[in-house]
Antibody, heavy 122, light 111 residues
Framework: QVQLVESGGGVVLPGGSLRLTCAAS????????FHWVRQAPGEGLEWVAV????????DYADSVKGRFTISRDNSKKTLFLQMNSLRSEDTAVYYC???????????????WGQGSLVVVST | SYVLTQPPSVSVAPGQTASITCGGK??????VHWYQQKPGQAPVLVVY???DRPSGIPERFSGSNSGNTATLTISRVEAGDEADYYC??????????????FGTGTKVTVL
């Protein structure tokens, strides 16, 4: 069965960096685009970033553009989110989510991981 | 940027019908998806492309979309339907940037 497992979350100081990982299993990883979506405590969902099946195309929400980098390693069936210059407002649970297409075009996210909590605080 | 507005909360008695709205400018021209999220869990897709259901989702969940409002309807509500619900769409109206947008979320309480 499809499984997405995030890791790498934790507590980090403002201005610091963190890398999240999403390990995939149960399907052909290289056949799908992937997203990162976050949810601040007690708040709603916010789309963060997307990457195409081959890692060539990416896009970001304005709130993280220039600070976050999405990438993937198809040989290891793993998705990454490198987060730099972290701010308190980046505190959230970060979910990886699968897109049913090779390159995103508005289809819904069909599978989600359980999330990884990132806390940016002194 | 495109804004999707949902009522913060909806309360419904078991067996009754819950309607959750998602308002946006000319939303009827876009494809809307709906997710259910229970406390401490990841979101689950319950309706996609306005009114289609993924396999495994009960027929009690249905959707519609027209004008400036999309609606998720839950018929014969059960205690297990208590959750937060989010609408979502892909805003491709700009030639240069396309964004995924989520609604503000609605908490459904089963009385």
């Amino acid at each position: 069965q499809v499984q997405l497992v995030e890791s790498g979350g934790g507590v980090v100081l403002p201005g610091g960096s963190l890398r999240l990982t999403c390990a995939a299993s149960g399907f052909i990883f290289r056949g799908y685009a992937f997203h990162w979506v976050r949810q601040a405590p007690g708040e709603g969902l916010e789309w963060v970033a997307v990457i195409s099946y081959d890692g060539i195309k990416t896009d970001y929400a304005d709130s993280v553009k220039g600070r976050f980098t999405i990438s993937r390693d198809n040989s290891k069936k793993t998705l990454f989110l490198q987060m730099n210059s972290l701010r308190s407002e980046d505190t959230a649970v970060y979910y990886c989510a699968r897109d049913p297409e090779l390159i995103w075009d508005g289809k819904p996210f069909d599978y989600w991981g359980q999330g990884s909590l990132v806390v940016v605080s002194t | 940027s495109y804004v999707l507005t949902q009522p913060p909360s909806v309360s419904v008695a078991p067996g009754q019908t819950a309607s959750i709205t998602c308002g946006g400018k000319n939303i009827g021209d876009k494809s809307v998806h709906w997710y259910q999220q229970k406390p401490g869990q990841a979101p689950v897709l319950v309706v996609y492309d306005d009114s289609d259901r993924p396999s495994g989702i009960p027929e009690r969940f249905s959707g519609s979309n027209s004008g400036n409002t999309a609606t998720l309807t839950i018929s014969r509500v059960e205690a297990g339907d208590e959750a937060d619900y989010y609408c979502q769409l892909w805003d491709s109206s700009s030639d240069s940037r396309h964004f995924y947008v989520f609604g503000t979320g609605t908490k459904v309480t089963v009385l």
